[in-house]
DNA sequence: GTATTAATAGAAATGGTTTCTATTTATATT
DNA sequence: AATATAAATAGAAACCATTTCTATTAATAC
């Protein structure tokens, strides 16, 4: 989640292409959680070609890597975030407005020992995320939701 | 949650059609999650005639009242499980053998209290869910998995 | 038993996502 | 700078889990 894109695509061992530099940006550049498609439509405003598989793959790379997040929608679409807090944690999702907010306060590590210790199994990965309307959502319309 | 599934469709409003209790027969006789078309086959050797909407529009329907649980997969399809635990809970589901696990801590009223107080937003659901591999498959394999 | 309303089968459509292949591009090596 | 190599890409096509649609059937209340 650094802010020097080269060197954390190097990194990844991912190479430095114009396309992959520009989906980083517009996610930067994104308060909420994008569709892939709707990455896709903001790049095509820079750049004549673009494939929407090319997004696909670069979103799926860069979550893979842990550049960006994959947002588990409860409609079961795919969306990603590029979120700047670069230590473990999790998100308070707007279902309305689609904003992000960061749930700081992660007591995984106590439950991971726990299922480690009662369980014997290993963790591979974990989901915690709270979908809910944000403080402004809620203000707008009360509280309906799509 | 109850074994009583004509007074928990009723309670739902849900008409008792012999189709529906057999989705219910087979989830419940199962010890892992399973994809509406593993549903739908077990069906099928119950009834001649059986469609897989129908399977579909069930579990959807008996997931929303609570009756049975919704496994959100990293693959990303649908998978259901019937858990006999009322209290609420979270899942430690294997990746491998799908069995699921019941991790009865949970911290989540503490994290809802939170995000109230700190974000002001209206919680309308959360997901804790954790993906790993089971005791039993980490003997078996040594942790490979799919 | 009748009326009312929900549930169903089966076919068809949907649409987000992935696969495929030829071409282009980034990067490392001379 | 030129070349080699392996990765990345565009565009079309396929995929396939899930949903929609409609006529028919079945459950429930009265
Ligand atoms: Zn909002
Ligand atoms: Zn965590
Ligand atoms: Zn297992
Ligand atoms: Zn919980």
Redesign the interface.
């Known amino acids: 989640m650094l802010r020097d894109f080269q060197s954390v695509l190097k990194k990844l061992h991912l190479k430095v292409t114009p396309k992959r530099l520009a989906i980083l940006e517009v996610l930067k550049n994104e308060s909420v959680y994008l569709s892939p498609e709707e990455v896709w439509r903001k790049l095509r405003k820079q750049f004549s070609q673009v494939g929407l598989p090319t997004v696909y793959r670069n979103l799926e790379e860069l979550a893979q890597g842990n550049v960006i997040s994959k947002v588990?929608h409860?409609n079961?679409q795919l969306y990603y975030y590029f979120c700047l807090n670069p230590s473990h944690h999790h998100h308070?999702i707007?279902?309305s407005c689609r904003t992000v907010?960061d749930?700081d306060?992660c007591?995984f590590r106590?439950?991971?020992k726990?299922?480690k210790q009662e369980?014997?199994?290993?963790?591979?990965?974990?989901?915690?995320?709270?979908?809910?309307?944000?403080?402004k959502?809620?203000k707008k319309d009360g509280?309906s939701?799509a």
Chains 1, 2 share one sequence.
């Open positions: 588990t409860p079961r308070f707007c279902l907010e749930i306060f007591m106590e439950l991971e726990r299922v369980l014997k199994g290993r963790v591979v990965s974990h989901i915690l995320q709270v979908n809910g309307l944000c403080k959502c809620l509280g939701h």
